[in-house]
Nanobody, 117 residues
Framework: QVQVVESGGGLVQAGGSLRLSCAVSGSIFIPNAVGWYRQAPGNQRELVAGIATGGNVNYADPVQGRFTISRDKSKKTAYLQMNSLKPEDTAVYYC???????????WGQGTQVTVSS
């Protein structure tokens, strides 16, 4: 019933920017936290950035200073602003929403980000 949908991925040259969106629907409960993960071919999925209800955020070292995670006022949509993109940022980016009231985590299908040199 809960649906998580990412969008905004695409092909961009190194140094460019993209903004990813994560829309959460199908629940009367607001996600307590949202995380952005990424997975490149042959690699493990890794946490990129996370944001909690109170606005506390955290970033992985490789994206610190370049990426910004945020949520809209409803807290049903999260964003990942990606600036100064590098080829090593190329991956499928996934959104994860935690809804504590349902004691579960929900994942989107992923959106492809490709950065060319």
């Amino acid at each position: 019933q809960v649906q998580v949908v990412e969008s905004g991925g695409g092909l961009v040259q190194a140094g460019g920017s993209l903004r990813l969106s994560c829309a959460v629907s199908g629940s009367i409960f607001i996600p307590n936290a949202v995380g952005w993960y990424r997975q490149a071919p042959g690699n493990q999925r890794e946490l990129v950035a996370g944001i909690a209800t109170g606005g506390n955020v955290n970033y992985a070292d490789p994206v610190q200073g370049r990426f910004t995670i945020s949520r809209d006022k409803s807290k049903k949509t999260a964003y990942l602003q990606m600036n100064s993109l590098k080829p090593e940022d190329t991956a499928v980016y996934y959104c994860q929403a935690t809804i504590a009231a349902l004691a579960n985590d929900y994942w989107g299908q992923g959106t492809q980000v490709t950065v060319s040199s």
